[in-house]
């Protein structure tokens, strides 16, 4: 058997494994039977049990591995695009523009957002934040690479601009209310419960889009592992490659 082949097998195993543990496992002691019972539509379980593994533990089970899947993509396509296994999106500061965006709504507009005559608030404004602090960053990255054609050169702006970002936040922090630092910080770290099924069917959409795009990508980019001319004579619009390149843009 190719080792390529046995490595996908023994990692989907482990994922498999790691899935099943994660509904299994936690501060509520629930029977693997039941668990089984109630993924299979059983209605008979404890109300309680039903709400655990069905609002709790599978839609954060979900979020962890599409989450994964999608950042280990985008840093693999990123390190292949400029062949630098540094690349990635905390050196290209989309992480800290992210950080900056959210930092910004937290700690300097309270908590909400307005664009327009729309205004939000909560979740939906981080999220939103972060977005556009995460686009923000790429435009000007996307800029400096129409000037700049050294791949080099495009890690060490992306540096600069993620160092940029951070001191903008450590400003704002100094600045802002212990509550308001706290929040931050909270979000910093990262965390998977506030997610329930009914934010699925979007989340899910998304990152499968996203993922069968990087699909489309491979040959292109096995191309331009190669050299650009190389990839170019094969007629791989090297331009058009990375402007379609996908970017893990929040951390949730």
């Not at 693997?32 to 599978?58: C, H, P, Q, Y």
């Not at 400096?144 to 600069?160: C, Y």
Request: contains cysteine.
């Amino acid at each position: 058997m190719n080792r390529g082949v046995f490595y996908c097998i023994g990692l989907c195993l482990v994922i498999v494994i790691l899935f099943a543990l994660n509904l299994l496992l936690g501060s509520v002691s629930i029977p693997a039977e039941d668990v089984m019972r109630i993924l299979l539509g059983d209605t008979n379980e404890k109300a309680s049990w039903r709400f655990i593994i069905l609002e709790s533990r599978l839609p954060q089970a979900i979020t962890a591995m599409f989450c994964g899947a999608s950042l280990a993509v985008s840093g693999l396509m990123l390190q292949t695009v400029f062949r630098n296994p540094l690349a990635g999106p905390s050196i290209f500061g989309i992480n800290s523009g992210a950080g900056l965006g959210v930092a910004l709504v937290m700690l300097f507009l309270g908590g909400g957002l307005s664009v327009g005559s729309l205004q939000f608030s909560g979740f939906a404004a981080v999220l939103i934040a972060a977005f556009i602090g995460a686009m923000a960053v790429m435009a000007v990255i996307f800029f400096f690479s129409t000037l700049v054609r050294s791949h080099v050169m495009l890690l060490i702006i992306g540096i600069m601009i993620g160092y940029i970002s951070n001191s903008a936040i450590s400003l704002l922090n100094f600045f802002a209310t212990d509550e308001g630092v706290k929040s931050y910080m909270v979000w910093g770290l990262g965390s998977f419960g506030g997610v329930s099924m009914a934010n699925m069917p979007v989340f899910v959409g998304v990152s499968l889009c996203g993922l069968l795009g990087a699909l489309l990508l491979i040959k292109p980019l096995n191309a331009m592992l190669l050299g650009d001319r190389y990839a170019e004579n094969l007629g791989v619009n090297i331009i058009a490659v990375r402007n379609w390149l996908p970017q893990p843009s929040v951390d949730l």
